[in-house]
């Protein structure tokens, strides 16, 4: 089964020179790289980053809402955002352990804030949708 689309990205520059904010939306992972990697040359170089927002559309009407810190490094790196969501839709479907918690930790953190039926959701989120 194919996964379902994205149509559009909203991105919003929040945090740079007052000339370098700017709100673009684009319609594909793929564009949102291009202008984040632009926009990461304007970055800090020193080990701080700028506050990007951003909703991503599915072609089912389905979005996510959300906050990518934009450092220069990422000039060379691809798939910023979409990684993003994956990360955090692996740890809330219990498939990825952040080292700094012990597999107890981990698993009372994901009983506490939604049980299987969260880890479920974010494990169908990651299956279904394009990222």
């Not at 955090?88 to 039926?117: D, T």
Request: charged share 30%; glycine share 6%; hydrophobic share 35%.
């Amino acid at each position: 089964m194919a996964k379902i689309s994205v149509t559009s990205i909203y991105l919003n520059r929040a945090e740079g020179l007052t000339k370098e904010l700017e709100e673009r939306t684009v319609h594909s992972l793929n564009e949102a790289d291009e202008v984040l990697r632009r926009w990461a040359r304007t970055a800090p170089k020193t080990g701080g980053y700028h506050k990007i927002d951003f909703q991503i559309l599915w072609a089912d009407g389905e979005t996510y809402t959300g906050r990518y810190d934009l450092k220069y490094e990422d000039t060379t790196k691809s798939n910023l955002i979409g990684s993003q969501v994956q990360h955090y839709l692996a740890f809330h479907a219990g498939i990825f352990c952040p080292q700094h918690l012990s597999r107890e930790q981990y698993e009372a953190y994901l009983e506490r804030f939604g049980g299987e039926e969260k880890k479920a959701e974010a494990m169908k989120f990651l299956h279904d949708y394009e990222m």
